[in-house]
């Protein structure tokens, strides 16, 4: 072993940290308190601070736009409607043949139904396609319910099935009417 000149060192502590020391100490296989410091010291200055990085997951609350609606369903709606738009075979495409029939009003139809100035009352559904991954399958069936409870609502409005109904296809073809006046003032005026 090298001969170097011992030096004595005076260190003021707590006596918390003292008796931390002394245990650390002890519990160590150095022989000497100054190797054992300068294991501590050589320690300090060479090891890179180690940083953790932990994973948590934040919910997020979406805001809604003016034109967006929330909706919960309990679990036997969910089921109920689930069950119906993926139980049912092409669903997505019946659903929009039917919204496709009510573009051209037939001759012998006098529902409202037909007015073409409903016609963005209809929300159109997605087809599922074997394209899609299973994520992508699941918000195309959400929003095929979506669309089917609100076709369901809309077509009943308009035919006047829901009793007591403060709204009539009247009434919503008057707001048609002046929102295209607001959206083209010019175009309206030329008519």
Known sequence: MENSKKVAKTIRMTAEVNDKFETAFEESNFDSKG??????IDKGNNDEPTVEIEEIEIEVEKKL?????LIT??????????????????F?????????????????????????????????????TEKMDESE?????KHNMSAFMLNMFFSHLVNGDIPNANVCAEDIKAFVLDQSKIE????????
């Open 35 to 40: 190797e054992f410091i300068e294991s501590l």
């Open 65 to 69: 736009n003016p034109n967006q609606l």
């Open 73 to 90: 369903l309990t679990p036997p709606q969910m089921f109920a409607l689930h069950e119906h738009v993926t139980r049912t075979p092409d």
């Open 92 to 128: 997505a495409q019946n659903q929009n043949l039917l919204i496709g029939k009510l573009e051209k009003k037939p001759w012998w139809a006098s529902s409202e139904i037909y007015c073409p100035a409903l016609r963005d009352l209809w929300v159109r559904n997605i087809e599922l």
């Open 137 to 141: 399958k699941e918000e195309a069936i």
């Open 184 to 191: 083209n003032p010019v175009e309206n005026e030329n008519v």
